[in-house]
């Protein structure tokens, strides 16, 4: 990901592939609250359809927020 001069996000043609294969479409995502809206989306819609996953991958996340937290 790279951050433009005037603070708009802008990635690499690798990251906008990665973030399809995931079902993400972030063509047109060109600030923070883009993101935030796009990745929200698809957590709602993966919660909705596999929630085995959405439970595996938001735990995951709490894991590794709690230890960043750690000293």
Do not use: H, N, Y
Request: aromatic share 8%; no cysteine.
């Amino acid at each position: 990901m790279l951050r433009t001069t005037e603070g708009s996000l802008r990635f690499t043609a690798q990251e906008i592939k990665a973030f399809r294969a995931l079902g993400i479409d972030a063509r047109q995502v060109r600030t923070d609250d883009d993101f935030a809206r796009v990745f929200g989306e698809w957590l709602d819609i993966l919660a909705d359809r596999q929630p085995d996953l959405f439970d595996k991958i938001t735990r995951a996340m709490l894991a590794d927020r709690e230890a960043s937290r750690r000293p």
